[in-house]
């Protein structure tokens, strides 16, 4: 039985993994049409839409990647659990 809390973890877990795709996706497009102004529109949108998510899914859950971590004096980035450890990411 899944918990709200894990549920709103997954969505948001499967919504930075979506727009990331998408930006992925969009940028070996622009690799070769780099003047399509609704491609560049769209990963623009993406972009924004991508950092978003990662900025809410890390500031609920953790850092999603070593690069994530914040200046300080600790690593943190060690010192948690690792995000297969919190359950489903």
């Not at 549920?7 to 497009?29: C, P, R, W, Y």
């Not at 950092?51 to 690069?67: C, D, H, I, S, V």
């Amino acid at each position: 039985m899944s918990s709200p809390y894990n549920n709103e973890k997954m969505k948001l877990f499967q919504a930075v993994n979506q727009f990331g795709f998408a930006l992925s996706d969009i940028t070996l497009f622009l690799d070769t049409h780099p003047l399509d102004q609704d491609a560049l529109d769209y990963y623009h949108q993406m972009n924004h839409m991508y950092r978003k998510a990662t900025a809410e899914y890390e500031n609920k859950y953790g850092p999603l990647t070593q690069f994530a971590g914040e200046d300080c004096d600790v690593w943190n980035w060690a010192v948690q659990s690792w995000p297969w450890e919190r359950g489903y990411c």
